[in-house]
């Protein structure tokens, strides 16, 4: 048997993003809130999450954190996320419509 | 050191010390201490850690050869002077290490940091004048200064690698040296215990400056195993060899013996392969380790030498066959630790290293991850010695900041320091087999963050490009990207992957269950294990490793408890109407979200998982009653306020919650010889199963069957009052200067039966050839001193921590309480 080798890379160069639609499983919540509209439903639907958004104890932690996971730790409730999920859709449903 | 670091002075800090900057200036007038009588020669490896003199005072200058620090205290290395008692009068605020005002608050247990200066005399008469003297530092927390006979030699930033410095410029050969070192804990840095001061081992390596191997210059690696034979290469890079030098490198078995041997003329760098016949390998189960020899020589002279540990070992991870080591499978049952040793602080001595990790091993644990960063070499040296996996953890943040003193502030200009003292110093431990590049970095999908990780990860693979790049990634793996040909990892150029993994060889999901599988459907070339977990899905995350060939296993978070983070595993009482959130607060110290406690007993979710892992067929909780009105908060860390104790006085009548964890099919539980609950288990009961008995003291039995055959049963006694205790030494006293020796103590009733909740006040008395350096609890709560040789037990017992003199000698330890019988021992030396 051989040994795996893992050898550097030549250089860096940025890898290219794909778009990413809102929504509460894989979108962060700083991404999440850098949409206008999408944080208006957030906080209509979750008004708890003011005071996460702008705590400087969780700011560490947004760029990370997408809303979902955050119901383990009791943060917001499901039912909230489930409604934040729908209206998220119906805006990106809403967008390729405009597209 | 940044000039930022040097003009920030903690407010609160300076009022603690305070009371040291006056004794520091009545040091002055004294007369200045003599250097030490130690013998030093040429030669490795030399023990530096004695004799060191310490201040806790945050003056800005005592580094002047000329200060008289005559009234300084005397210690020996490792010290941490977080884990002594805090400066200052003790009050209900302050108590032992523990200060409500601490400047870190809960992360860091409360307990205070600032400054502390060492100095350490010695003279190094009759060496050669082409010695080269260099000081290794295994670790100083958090951030040090250093001088040698009042010139600078330079600081160091990251508070767990090790450094060198070279001191021969500097040295007086003739007449008195003086190292200092200056280590500082400033403001709210950490997010756990970090202790603080020269907590790790201190070296003196001196060599010839004409020729000799270069620091961390050796690296050995098994390229191939085949028929019955090893094939080992070796680099070694030498600085200034002599042409007419030769080295010779040499593989020992560990009795001396010759395995093979490789020897090449001297260069810059001396590649060379050592073919073992028959080797024998290192695996968790059986860590095989040979002496890997590196001779630097010149005829019939011995110029310079590096004995190191080395294990045979082929360690293979895809997401097809998962993780092999030697070509068998191995699932990882991990854990993530801490660095403090509990009673001991962050003091890495060897012996509290072994005695982590054997506790874990005997737990069932083959892995752990060194969260949040690099480890001691003496923990690396024992997991290496009893077959523990490593994953060895380089940060907690990069650029961005978790807290508005720590390491990001130092991490543009340091991060290659960090990396390559941490690749470096460990990559020939068999233990280590990834290297993670940090753990739930802020910042690490956005652009700047992804360039960081392609930069740490190719830095890592420059210097060891043996193992797979990690890291903890908690949250959501950021937007879908695709990697260039140029900067790709191997075999991922084109592909669709995520930010947070695309440089990443072997993805860790912290707290990500639910992602596993999902994940694996879109990325399945994706290798991936749990990185954190809770306890409380073991069951799921056993059944994940064995159905699913790409995920190689979990590590819990804790496998042992640990200071700061206080209360994160905490399971409170609230009333029904309560919120179900909460934060802990002073006087909770320490995390108590471990499998194994601070001292080194089994919790609750350590027996749950002995049945999961298969170590026990049955085990018995009784859940504390709650009283009426009010519910139990459960900690996502945490676990039921459960106990394996039937001693419930007031509980008379009630019905008790008795939860049996098994890995039968049907359990019978009987109280006083009447079957009082009978249960059927299926795989959706996930090994566990609850009945309720009316409490009655005697005897709670439970018989556990898997087809019809009796697997296990269990018993649980109600217990009288504390009469008596009991010391047990736990290892002998190792026959060197500075090893330790544990003695745990525990309350007994009249039948000998540990009392499961006992508080009792025990005092220990030592004599002989050692002395009392830790005793205390496991409980999470400040309660007190863990330096006096006085506690309090908690849940029945407390743990004593002996360290033997300049003279180790046989000792004698006594332990006394208020109207229990006594106890004493007798240690040996091994």
């Known amino acids: 048997m051989d040994a795996p080798l893992y050898q550097p890379a030549r250089k860096f160069e940025p890898p290219r993003v794909l778009s990413q639609e809102p929504n509460t499983t894989t979108m962060s919540l700083s991404t999440l809130v850098a949409d206008p509209e999408a944080k208006a439903i957030l906080l209509a639907e979750a008004p708890a999450m003011k005071f996460v958004i702008g705590s400087e104890e969780f700011r560490p932690y947004l760029d990370n954190m997408p809303l979902r996971p955050l119901t383990k730790l009791n943060m917001v409730q499901p039912g909230e996320v489930d409604r934040v999920e729908a209206k998220l859709q119906a805006l990106s449903a809403k967008r390729r419509g405009e597209k | 050191m940044t000039q930022d670091n040097r003009l920030m002075i903690d407010r609160r800090a300076a009022l603690a010390i305070a009371g040291t900057v006056a004794l520091s200036s009545h040091a002055g007038r004294l007369s200045a201490a003599t250097a030490s009588e130690e013998a030093f020669s040429m030669g490795r490896d030399q023990d530096f850690n004695h004799g060191w003199r310490f201040l806790r005072s945050e003056s800005a200058s005592l580094e002047a050869p000329a200060l008289d620090d005559s009234a300084w205290r005397i210690l020996s290395l490792p010290h941490d002077y977080s884990i002594e008692d805090a400066p200052g009068e003790p009050s209900p605020t302050r108590i032992g290490p523990f200060d409500k005002d601490s400047p870190g608050g809960p992360a860091t247990g409360f307990t205070i940091g600032g400054d502390g200066w060492y100095r350490k005399h010695f003279r190094l008469p009759a060496l050669p004048s082409d010695a080269r003297v260099e000081i290794l ?80 210059g050796v690296g050995a690696w098994t390229r191939r195993i085949v028929d019955g034979r090893a094939e080992i290469d070796v680099t070694t890079r030498l600085e200034s060899a002599h042409t007419d030098a030769a080295l010779v490198t040499r593989l020992l078995t560990s009795d001396g013996k010759l395995a093979a041997e490789a020897r090449s003329a001297a260069g810059s760098e001396v590649k060379q392969t050592l073919t073992v016949m028959n080797p024998r390998l290192w695996s968790p189960d059986h860590p095989e380790l040979y002496t890997l020899q590196s001779k630097l020589e010149r005829g019939d002279a011995v110029l310079d030498r590096v004995d ?73 040296a024992a997991c290496d010695r009893y077959g523990m996996l490593l994953i060895e953890e380089s940060f907690d943040m990069w650029h961005a900041a978790k807290l508005k003193d720590d390491y990001s502030r130092h991490f543009a200009q340091d991060w290659q320091n960090a990396i390559t003292a941490m690749v470096m110093g460990a990559r020939n431990s068999p233990s280590v087999i990834m290297w993670s590049i940090g753990n739930e970095i802020p910042s690490r999908s956005t652009p700047e963050g992804v360039e960081w990780s392609w930069k740490l990860a190719n830095l890592v693979r420059q210097l060891d490009p043996t193992r797979p790049v990690t890291a903890g990634l908690n949250g959501t793996l950021g937007p879908t990207v695709i990697p260039s040909d140029n900067s790709a990892r191997r075999g991922s150029a084109g592909k669709l992957d995520e930010a947070s993994t695309v440089f990443l060889d072997v993805a860790g999901y912290n707290y990500r269950i639910e992602d596993i599988e999902t994940d694996h459907r879109s990325r399945p070339e994706r290798i991936i294990y749990a990185s954190e977990t809770f306890a409380r899905d073991a069951f799921d995350y056993e059944q994940l490793a064995r159905r699913a060939p790409y995920f190689l296993g979990e590590f819990v978070w804790a496998a042992m408890d640990y200071l700061g983070e206080a209360g994160v595993g905490a399971t409170v009482r609230v009333p029904q109407d309560a919120q179900p959130t909460y934060a802990m607060s002073f006087p909770w110290v320490g995390a108590w979200c471990g499998d194994i406690d601070l001292i080194g007993n089994q919790k609750p979710q350590s027996l749950a998982r002995d049945v999961v892992w298969d170590l026990s067929p049955l085990e018995i909780l009784v859940q504390r009653p709650i009283p009426a009105g009010q519910k139990e908060l459960i900690s996502a ?104 020796a544990y003695v745990r103590v525990e309350v007994l009733d009249a039948a000998g039966r540990i009392v499961p909740e006992a508080e009792q006040h025990v005092r220990l008395s030592v004599t002989g050839g050692a002395e009392l350096i830790g005793f205390g609890s496991a409980n999470p709560l400040a309660v007190g001193s863990y330096r006096a040789p006085d506690a309090r037990t908690y849940r029945g017992t407390a743990l004593g921590i002996l360290r033997a003199n300049e003279q180790p000698g046989r000792t004698r330890v006594e332990a006394t309480s208020d109207g229990l019988i006594g106890s004493s021992a007798q240690i040996d030396i091994t």
Not at chain 2, 700 to 709: I, M, S, T
């Open chain 2, 137 to 216: 530092f295994d670790g100083i927390s958090v951030t040090s200064e250093l001088w040698l006979n009042g010139h600078p030699l330079g600081d160091h930033l990251h508070g767990y690698t090790p450094f060198a410095f070279d001191l021969t410029p500097l040295l007086n050969r003739r007449g008195d040296n003086v190292i200092v070192v200056r280590s500082r804990n400033m403001g709210r840095n950490s997010r756990w215990y970090a202790g603080t001061g020269i907590y790790r081992d201190v070296r003196l390596d001196i060599i010839p400056s004409s020729s000799h191997i270069a620091r961390w």
């Open chain 2, 308 to 380: 190191q540990l080395f294990g045979v070992r082929i360690v293979q991870v895809d997401a097809a066959q998962g993780l092999r080591i030697n070509g068998s499978p191995v699932k990882l049952r991990g854990g993530c630790i801490h660095h403090d040793n509990g009673l001991l602080g962050a003091c890495a001595f060897p012996e509290a290293d072994q005695r982590r990790i054997r506790l874990l091993k005997k737990r069932g644990f083959n892995a752990i991850r060194s969260s949040h960063n690099p480890t001691s070499a003496t923990l690396r």
């Open chain 2, 637 to 740: 860390w945490g676990w039921y306020d459960e106990l394996p104790s039937w001693t419930w006085p007031g509980a008379e009548g009630q019905n008790m919650a008795v939860r049996l964890y098994t890995s039968g099919d049907s359990v019978d539980l009987l109280l006083n010889g009447q079957k009082v609950g009978f249960g059927k288990l299926t795989s959706a009961d996930k090994m566990r199963i609850e009945m309720l008995v009316p409490y009655a003291p005697g005897k709670l039995e439970a018989v556990a069957y898997k087809d019809g055959n009796v697997i296990g049963r269990k018993l649980l006694e109600t217990v009288s009052a504390p009469a008596k205790l009991r010391l047990t030494v736990e290892t002998m006293l190792p026959r060197r200067r500075s090893g330790l």
